[in-house]
């Protein structure tokens, strides 16, 4: 994919600033304004403020004159960030359009299974690309014969390429230069380098079968555990897929900032066995014998990469810091909420909102009142202030916009899905990034490749 980070993408940024190779737009009018040029740079460096750190190092001001922008940079920039801040910035939306359509063939081409309707999607939709580009940039000019290197060809190989050997992520380069990185290592003799590298290359096939075989690999794995205990956190039995971190504030929470947590409780259990409807009363309490704690941090821990949440109201930030609050949760909602004397019909829906707070509640004796009969029983609930998402999207890319913050829900951790990144659009406007889904996977299965090289 180097064919699209490192050409493609630069060159399509060097014809937008007037700076590639001498030539003017000519008949076309896709140049943008230094100014707003420089509005874009700055706006960029300044999202990697909003972006939580998970998703990457921070974008540079791509403005800047001899800024350095790695193909992972350009790659972000290209999926996430250039399709918010490029929005109403060429003088005419055609230009705009057409990169559009670009981030999507791209997205496509990156997820980690592609089906037959989205390969044909590719192949038609990179002929009509490559057109249109002719008619943009080229011009049907042969003095403008620079705006089509082979790089622009080459866009109509990826779908038989993706049909003849699979996936992008199987093959591109950026797993196969990191492990460049891992073996070079192992030349320890300058006079024969590449014995050392073979040896090397068959003592990891070697440990890898003893691995499969044995099916000893966490005994042989040489990398520290990732998921064993670690002081200062907290994990439940009850919740196998988050852990707990500082800060922590032991001090039990007044009871006069509950509410959203009684009333959330209530939906929780209902009824009790007996036909008995729980009340707020039943719910209030029971919380007074309840030991409930709030805790700053969550860490998922279902996978190697789980995001790290932070709750917003607990704890400090330093300047430098990045926002990592705003998460993806999903809730049923009664579709018949509004109308009397109609059963309820839930759905789930997908919201997304900023974590405030992390409750950690444990009943230590049993509670019938809310059919708790065990000893000890154990619940962890966000208090999540959501976003009010606007109508407006961006037609293909699955990018959402907010203005504003509603009301708080407070719901059980194991609803919320992943962290999420924004990026400010002006106006008092933010654009949602969600990395999860096709694309998260295909990232996650090349860093475990990576992670298990790294074994040896």
């Known amino acids: 994919m180097h064919l699209i ?24 009018d896709y140049e943008l304004e230094k100014s707003v040029w420089d509005s874009i740079g700055e706006a960029t460096a300044a999202s990697g403020s909003t972006i939580p750190s998970a998703y990457g190092a921070r974008v540079p001001n791509v403005a800047s004159d001899g800024v350095y922008l790695t193909a992972d940079m350009l790659s972000f920039w ?26 999507r063939l791209l997205n496509i081409c990156l997820q980690f299974e592609i089906t037959s309707d989205e390969l044909d999607e590719v192949h038609a939709g990179f002929i009509s690309w490559v057109e249109d580009y002719e008619r943009f940039y080229y011009q049907y ?54 014995a050392c590298l073979a040896r090397h290359v068959l003592e990891d096939a070697r440990l890898t079968q003893i691995k499969s075989i044995y099916n000893v690999a966490e005994t042989l794995s040489l990398c520290p555990p990732r998921l064993g205990s670690i002081p200062g956190t907290f994990t439940d039995p009850s919740y196998p897929t988050c852990r707990l971190h500082p800060p922590r504030n032991p001090q039990r929470p007044d009871d006069s900032t509950l509410t959203l947590l009684v009333g959330a409780m209530v939906t929780r259990f209902n009824e009790n066995n007996d036909g008995t409807v729980v009340t ?3 719910v209030r309490e029971c919380l007074k014998e309840a030991d409930i704690e709030e805790w700053g941090k969550i860490h998922r821990i279902d996978s190697d990469v789980g995001d790290r949440i932070r709750a917003s109201e607990l704890g400090s930030t330093r300047d430098d810091s990045r926002d990592a609050s705003f998460v993806r949760y999903e809730m049923y909602v009664d579709q018949n909420a509004t109308l009397h004397n109609v059963d309820p019909e839930y759905e789930l829906e997908t919201f997304y909102g900023q974590l405030l707070r992390v409750y950690l509640i444990r009943f230590c004796h049993p509670c019938p009142e809310l059919n708790l009969f065990a000893s000890t029983t154990t619940f962890i609930m966000a208090s999540i202030k959501t976003c009010k998402i606007l109508t407006e999207t961006i037609p293909g890319l699955d990018i959402h916009f907010y203005s504003s913050l509603g009301k708080t829900d407070v719901i059980d951790i194991t609803s919320v899905q992943c962290l999420v990144g924004r990026i400010a659009c002006g106006r008092n ?28």
């Open 5 to 28: 980070w490192e050409n493609l993408i630069k060159n399509l940024l060097k014809l937008w600033t007037g700076d590639f190779k001498g030539m003017d737009s000519g008949r076309e």
């Open 78 to 103: 290209t999926t996430y960030i250039g399709p918010n801040l490029l929005r109403g910035r060429f003088k005419h939306v055609r230009y705009y359009n057409h990169f559009i359509r670009l981030v």
């Open 141 to 194: 000019d042969a003095q403008r014969l620079p705006t089509c290197p082979v790089t622009i060809h080459a866009l109509l190989h990826i779908a038989p390429s993706i049909k003849g050997t699979g996936p992008v992520w199987c093959y591109w380069a950026f797993p196969m230069e990191r492990y460049c990185g891992k073996i070079q290592p192992a030349i320890q003799n300058r006079r024969f380098p590449y």
């Open 280 to 282: 707020p009363a039943i």
């Open 429 to 456: 406007k933010w654009a949602l990034i969600d990395r999860s889904g096709t694309l998260a996977r295909a990232q996650r299965d090349v860093k475990q490749a990576d992670e298990n090289e790294h074994d040896v």
